[in-house]
């Protein structure tokens, strides 16, 4: 595959993307690029593959940053300007959901609840192990995901720079979040929890508290951003377990819920480096 665009395109965290799914490319503002290569491309030769790791340096995410910005100011925006009001018994029903008194509750509520818990848990298998080469710890961020979901994580992807290589020793926590064993057992979960939410679950209430119920509208595009945001941690996880393959990427990335936790369940472990 060549892709060939504008130089402005080519910022660093989309260089590197194509680097992982190795994607032949071309940028033509580059002046030390020979006219040959161009003309090649040009007449639909085989394009050389430059030496971008000589051409580019890492650098800030830039306009992903912004992205993310952007995209969390709107999120707390939507959620307290224009998403449905909220209800009476709102608190009633998280400390229902919370305490497992489901009597009475959608199961499609309930299913969507306890998803929003092993969401955090899918991320922080990949958090903990990023966060060891940041300025900034992720931990913080993971938690905070249990209680907020995109809310929390959306700082930490603005904060966080490039980070395709983990150095040092694995400890208990990050060996646990390595498992794969630990992403077979939340694949199951999900799966037991989607299966009964749409086996069981009363989609015309469902919608109906979706647009009258702040609680269930907000979590429901919460569950959706986080399907979204997976893939742009996922990238530098795979290249830090020395996994390139384009159509492995694609089917992680383009698979909500499930293709994140495929993922969890037969990546490469990771590997130790002495520092």
Known sequence: MVLFDNAVFFKAPIIRWLQVLDILFIMPAIKTVKQGVIKQFFKGKKVIKLPIRALFEEKNFGLLKITFGLLWLGLIAYAFLLAPPNQPDTFELIKNLSTG???????????????MGIWPLVYSAVLFVDGKGQKIPAWPFAAASFAVGAFALLPYLVLR???????GEKNILIKFLDSRWTGIILTIGAAILV?????????????????????????????????????????????????????????????????????????????????
């Open 195 to 275: 299966g009964y939410g749409i086996g069981q679950g009363d989609w015309s209430d469902f919608v109906h508290q979706w647009q009258t119920s702040r609680f269930i509208n907000v979590m429901s595009c919460d569950f959706c951003l986080l399907c979204v945001l997976f893939p742009t941690l996922l990238g530098d996880d795979m290249t830090r377990r020395s996994w390139k393959s384009s159509g492995i990427f694609w089917l992680f990335a383009l698979i909500p819920l499930f293709g994140s936790l495929l993922y969890l369940c037969i990546r490469p472990s990771l590997p130790e480096v002495s520092q």
């Open 101 to 115: 008194r489901w009597q009475g509750i959608n199961p499609l509520v309930i299913a969507l609840f306890n998803l």
């Open 161 to 167: 720079e490039p980070n395709t290589q983990f150095s």
